[in-house]
């Protein structure tokens, strides 16, 4: 059974900095692209970073551009994402996603649990 | 970047009624469209991709098609589970992926 299990999440100050973690199993992670997507309280989707299988390209959001670093781990079958300068705009659920093709652009068929992130003083 | 746009953002059915949820893309993306659907305090699932092939497990009731720049997931007989969210998103131009605002079923 695919599972993709979150961590990591939180309340930050803004200008903080958090890492989120996402632990994937049942399947082989290296060989797939993953995400992530982030949704606002009582908003909707917004996809957040990309990284292919080997990390040989990454994309982010225009949003948080230069504050989140998005890497894996293949050996420990992880995701993660490291948010620097965190903002009150960046609260929200944050989801890891797997793509459903092994290459190139993708819906996602697998989505961890979702983990809060709240950035307030 | 592309913009998605659904309608209507509330659609108010009863069960066994059929649900015709709109999507429209701002410019061409092909048939590289996904369905997903939301439900409170879980992560979406996916139920549609290439505007018209169902994910894996997802009930024949519903269904995706195309005309142009507008997509069409319809859902013919509704259950009481498919009360939820639906968000289409689309990933032909990338990055970024876009997704529409959602369209509420109730």
């Known amino acids: 059974e695919v599972q993709l299990v979150e961590s990591g999440g939180g309340l930050v100050r803004p200008g903080g900095s958090l890492k989120l973690s996402c632990t994937a199993s049942?399947?082989?992670?290296?060989?797939?692209?993953m995400n992530w997507v982030r949704q606002a309280p009582g908003r909707g989707l917004e996809w957040v970073s990309h990284?292919?299988?080997?990390?040989?390209?990454?994309y982010h959001a225009d949003s948080v551009k230069g504050r989140f670093t998005i890497s894996r781990d293949d050996a420990k079958n992880s995701l993660y994402l490291q948010m620097n300068s965190l903002r009150a705009e960046d609260t929200a659920v944050y989801y890891c996603?797997?793509?459903?093709?092994?290459?190139?652009?993708?819906?996602?068929?697998?989505w961890g649990q979702g983990n809060l992130v709240t950035v307030s003083s | 970047e592309i913009v998605m746009t659904q309608s209507p953002a509330t659609l108010s059915v009863s069960p066994g009624e059929r649900a015709t949820l709109s999507c429209r893309a701002s410019?061409?993306?092909?048939?590289?469209l996904a369905w997903y659907q939301q439900k409170p305090g879980q992560a979406p699932r996916l139920l549609i991709y290439?505007?018209?092939t169902r994910a894996t497990g997802v009930p024949a009731r519903f269904s995706g098609s195309r005309s142009g720049t507008e997509f069409i997931l319809t859902i013919s007989s509704l259950q009481s589970e498919d009360f939820a969210v639906y968000y289409c998103?689309?990933?032909?131009?990338?990055?970024?992926?876009?997704f529409g605002q959602g369209t509420k079923l109730e």
């Open positions: 998103q689309q990933y032909n131009s990338w990055p970024p992926y876009t």
């Open positions: 049942g399947f082989t992670f290296s060989t797939y692209e």
């Open positions: 990284i292919s299988r080997g990390a040989s390209t990454i």
């Open positions: 410019q061409s993306v092909s048939n590289n």
């Open positions: 996603a797997r793509a459903v093709f092994v290459y190139g652009s993708s819906p996602f068929d697998y």
């Open positions: 290439g505007a018209s």
